[in-house]
């Protein structure tokens, strides 16, 4: 498509205006991105020179035991991301959409969390599931006496209990969906209810399709927060016990505790690669390229 | 409309451009990489702006975690501020009050900025591993040489240890303020609920066991996992070779706990953790051990001396469930066995970045802390002995004045074995991580001791360079 005369005139500005934003990305995105990748290669105590050592770094990561486990638990986080955790905020969402007594209230309380910031979060999780003053221990305690289970540092409980710490936590996901839903126009419920339609077939022919976008939006936000998960496992259970909470976040923090910067950039570089294949596979499988209403 | 247009992208430059500005300091600190002259160089233009301020005072800022909740902050700040007065208007420190997990972080980034304060904590303390402080710090040449300190402070360096200065000195420099006290590691027991038939020293391993009966020990399974370590060590130590193995393992790490002492070591601690851990010992963190010590939920907890001041009265809220500080008593472990390592690093080093004036304070505390009074108030406050120090009899009566660190002083004998701590061999992720994180395995049993060994040994293999 040919440029306008008056696109044309508007070039210089054009270039000029995406400056400052070409400059912030290069700096504190693109550089960093590629020192991670370059380091990757390489064998670094983040002091001394860096020296070349080909996939050195990745053999060693991919016969680690906890970079295995690491890359399970992944997996089954997504997993766990994509149908438990978008599907409660997704749900939330819709019951929101048909503004129930107190939906206004229910919607800033599950604001709350996410304005208190992981690490507190992680803290108070350990208070929850402590064995001997723990809320859920308690509670279970009140129909088995005898229950006595220290949840994050046992097997295979701690799994489920760092699982728990941001299972039920979906207001992005409830906010990006309630979003679109708001943007249906009108007419098109009008036009569902003429020809007969029912509550469900609305639901189901109407608003979730419509919804495609911002559900996918959350599912690649949602994963890419397991992918990067930190605090969450490090102030409860530091990976274990053993290794099965272990993720790509501990595993680099343990190699920069050992001063190998290449070996826990490596693990940086597959945190990336597995955010940008989160993406894509999103991105394809729901279209979120092509608008709603093309 | 140009005019709008101009404005509005001066504005979006002053923006976009205000946050790498932010930055600056990283190229000037890479381009200084490899260069400690150039890092001098900026220190000293720093201590040239501090003299401006104040007229002949000289001033340095020392970050440190012996500060807030730390027990160690009840006697160094204190210190601190005693010299400040001693110096009034010569010199001055502020301290800078770091987290203890975040202090080594800390360092290490500062240590990459050439912006090193001019007193550093030394390695195994703070979390600062001695891997790091060799590769990065001795192998650059960033440590001050401190041989020519010693020569101008005999009353000093002839308090310090020899075994220490011997490990002290690298390449013919003395790199770190060797050790002045030397800090046995023992256990607390509370005598309402344990009552050993004669010292803990004088105990074997099995009549240890045996008196214990099924009372509670405070073992930790998280952070450091420091009072399950220190009972292992202890336990190592008391097999045949294992003192040996540990201490020959402090220069370069033990990366191998296949070695049968070790294993012997770990069954024993599983048979403890299994029998006698406290309610709470998975996923106890330090404070939670203590809390268990100090609500009589935990008859036993291994500890050094520095957790005397927590079962003197001015301590009283810390108690719960009708503990009593006064039925505290110490001990060292089954076997003579006492946790110490003459063989260390001091407390302090000073960077060869630090400009002049700044060393110049920093080695003016240096010589302050090993003061016989200083050192004194140090011994009464956190315990220790001095070895090479002829103790004044005003300190011999303050000293008797507190029983329970006079009890801990006499606990140790001619015939103790000194055994050094496993976080003195243990390379950084597994002391500080991966040891405490197998522990709940072993409690529950999925791995025996063999395995637990093999386990942290592999562990260990992944952390080596």
């Not at chain 1, 940008?276 to 092509?290: D, G, P, Q, S, Y």
């Not at chain 2, 730390?70 to 502020?94: C, D, S, W």
């Not at chain 2, 360096?157 to 075994?163: F, K, N, R, V």
Request: charged share 20%.
């Amino acid at each position: 498509m040919k440029a306008s005369s008056l696109e044309r005139r508007n070039y210089k500005w054009i270039v000029l205006f995406l400056l400052p934003s070409f400059l912030v990305f290069l700096f504190f995105y693109l550089q960093p991105i590629l020192s991670i990748f370059l380091t990757s290669f390489m064998k670094y105590d983040g002091f001394n020179s860096p020296r070349f050592v080909g996939l050195q770094n990745y053999i060693q990561l991919f016969g680690q035991e906890s970079f295995q486990l690491s890359m399970k638990n992944l997996f089954l986080w997504s997993l766990i991301a994509t149908t438990l955790h978008v599907g409660f905020g997704t749900i939330l969402a819709f019951i929101l959409f048909q503004k129930p007594r107190g939906w206004k209230f229910t919607r800033a309380v599950f604001m709350v969390p996410n304005v208190i910031s992981a690490a507190a979060w992680a803290l108070i999780y350990r208070f929850i599931f402590n064995d001997e003053m723990g809320f859920m221990n308690g509670l279970i305690r009140l129909f088995n006496k005898d229950f006595h289970h220290q949840w994050f540092f046992e097997s295979p409980y701690a799994f489920w209990a760092v699982t728990l710490t941001w299972l039920f936590y979906a207001v992005i996901v409830t906010l990006l969906v309630m979003n679109d839903l708001y943007s249906i126009p009108e007419e098109v419920f009008s036009a569902a209810k003429v020809d007969g339609a029912n509550t469900l077939q609305i639901l189901w022919h109407i608003e979730l399709p419509m919804c495609r976008i911002s559900i996918g939006t959350s599912i690649i936000a949602s994963i890419t927060a397991r992918i990067a998960m930190y605090e969450q496992i490090a102030l409860t259970t530091s990976g274990g016990p053993g290794n099965d909470t272990m993720n790509l976040p501990l595993i680099l923090m343990k190699n920069i505790l050992d001063l190998k910067y290449g070996l826990a950039n490596a693990s940086g570089v597959m945190m990336f690669l597995a955010g940008i294949l989160v993406l894509l596979l999103v991105h394809k499988a729901f279209r979120l390229n092509e608008g709603i209403y093309d | 409309m140009k005019k709008r247009k101009l404005l509005s992208l001066a504005l979006a430059l002053v923006l976009g451009l205000s946050l790498p500005g932010c930055a600056n300091n990283t190229p000037k600190a890479e381009s200084e990489k490899g260069s400690a002259a150039a890092g001098e160089t900026e220190a000293e233009k720093e201590g040239a702006e501090k003299k401006e301020t104040s007229e002949g005072l000289k001033e340095m800022k020392l970050p440190t975690f012996l500060a807030g909740e730390n027990v160690g902050a009840k006697f160094f700040l204190p210190q601190v501020e005693r010299f400040n007065k001693k110096y009034e208007g010569k010199y001055k420190i502020t301290v800078e009050e770091v987290v203890q997990d975040s202090y080594a972080e800390k360092i290490k980034q500062l240590a990459t900025q050439k912006k090193l304060p001019a007193l550093v904590h030394s390695p195994g303390s703070g979390g600062i591993d001695a891997q790091w402080f060799k590769q990065v710090i001795l192998d650059n040449d960033l440590a001050y040489d401190l041989t020519d300190f010693a020569k101008e402070t005999p009353e000093l360096s002839e308090l310090w240890l020899p075994e220490s200065k011997e490990y002290c000195t690298y390449n013919g420099k003395l790199v770190v303020s060797p050790m002045l006290v030397i800090r046995p590691i023992g256990m607390f027991y509370n005598e309402d609920l344990y009552k050993p038939e004669k010292a803990l020293g004088e105990l074997s391993y099995e009549e240890f066991v045996s008196s214990l009966g099924d009372k509670k020990i405070a073992f930790m399974t998280s952070e450091n996992a420091w009072t399950s370590a220190l009972m292992l060590s202890a336990l190592v130590g008391n097999e045949e070779g294992g003192a040996k193995l540990l201490q020959d393992s402090v220069k370069d790490k033990l990366w191998d706990y296949t070695e049968e002492p070790f294993v012997k070591g770990v069954e024993k601690l599983q048979t403890l953790l299994q029998k006698n851990a406290s309610a709470n010992t998975l996923g106890a963190a330090y404070a939670d051990a203590a809390n268990a010590f100090m609500s009589n939920k935990a008859a036993v907890i291994p500890n050094g001396s520095w957790m005397v001041s927590e079962f003197n009265e001015e301590s009283k809220d810390k108690w719960s469930n009708d503990f009593k500080g006064s039925s505290v008593h110490a001990g060292i472990y089954p076997g003579n066995i006492a946790l110490a390592n003459p063989a260390g690093y001091g407390d302090f080093w000073i960077p060869a970045t630090a400009s002049d004036d700044e060393k110049e304070v920093a080695k003016a505390f240096l010589a302050f802390r090993g003061s016989q009074e200083e050192l004194e108030a140090y011994l009464l406050a956190e315990g220790g002995t001095a070895p090479r120090l002829k103790y004044s009899e005003d300190f011999l009566n303050k000293l008797k004045e507190n029983p329970l660190l006079y009890e801990y002083n006499q606990s140790v004998n001619d015939d103790t074995k000194y055994v050094p701590i496993l976080g003195d061999v243990f390379p950084a992720s597994i002391g500080d991580q991966e040891f405490g994180k197998l522990l709940p395995k072993l409690i529950d049993g999925s791995l025996s001791p063999e395995e637990f060994c093999k386990e942290l040994t592999k562990k260990a293999e992944e952390a080596k360079q």
